[in-house]
């Protein structure tokens, strides 16, 4: 029987509490710190004024940690990937969305973390923003590592290298940057079937509903207790 735990509390001060080699697979969507086109709009506007829509009609919580620098958003997410690493197993997998702007330092980070970076997955929006003389930004990615050598016999999945999935809307929408529940329920496979998936930036809870729903376990960490109050409702709906 699949249990979980959600801890409400700041990502890398609630990691360092957590037993060595107590998960099978970190799986997690965090802040990118990327929105807006200049130091001034990422820095002086808010997590909802970069990512969401001036038009949108909904009134979905704020969240605060997207406001940091790529030299600090590096570094932050060496500290934070380097404690999954050591609550991951050994041959674990790693898998961390990011965007375009912070693809090449979420790699850095990764990497500085002792994590080896086997590849890029990306997700396909079909509903996304145009771009204006240019390309549509139809994508964003999830990078894949492993705590040393990819273990192929204790999990031996054959997974797609691109996902097609739209975010949600209306009133399946619940968190600003909320990935899309069908999307997570493909990627949670590459975690080892019964083994428990972490989480440090757990927002709507989509990843540990995704592995509840798959009989895995879930530890998650979620720094707005407002937000935290959402994913545990979602959480125990999926646990049964």
């Not at 980070?109 to 996304?128: D, E, F, M, N």
């Not at 619940?174 to 069908?182: S, V, Y």
Request: glycine share 10%.
């Amino acid at each position: 029987m699949p249990d979980w735990t959600l801890h409400q509390g700041d990502a890398l001060t609630t990691l360092t509490t957590l037993p060595s080699d107590s998960a099978a697979a970190t799986i997690t969507d965090p802040p990118y710190n990327s929105g807006g086109t200049s130091t001034t709009a990422r820095t002086g506007d808010t997590a909802r004024g970069k990512y969401v829509s001036g038009s949108a009609a909904h009134a979905l919580p704020d969240f605060d940690g997207d406001t940091r620098d790529q030299r600090g958003y590096t570094l932050w997410m060496t500290l934070v990937l380097a404690q999954c690493y050591r609550i991951t197993q050994h041959g674990g997998p790693l898998l961390v969305f990011t965007d375009f702007r912070q693809l090449p330092a979420t790699s850095d980070a990764l990497q500085a973390a002792g994590w080896t970076w086997r590849g890029i997955v990306p997700w396909h929006k079909p509903i996304s923003r145009p771009a204006r003389g240019g390309f549509k930004r139809a994508c964003e990615y999830v990078l894949w590592a492993t705590k040393g050598p990819v273990d192929a016999a204790r999990n031996p999945v054959y997974l797609p290298g691109l996902f097609t999935a739209s975010q949600p809307r209306g009133k399946t929408r619940i968190h600003i940057t909320q990935k899309p529940d069908e999307l997570m329920t493909e990627l949670v496979k590459v975690c080892t079937p019964e083994g428990t998936v972490l989480d440090p930036f757990t927002g709507s809870g989509s990843t540990g509903v995704a592995a509840l729903t798959s009989g895995r376990s879930f530890v998650g960490v979620e720094l707005s207790a407002r937000i935290a109050d959402t994913a545990r409702a979602r959480l125990k709906q999926a646990a049964g």
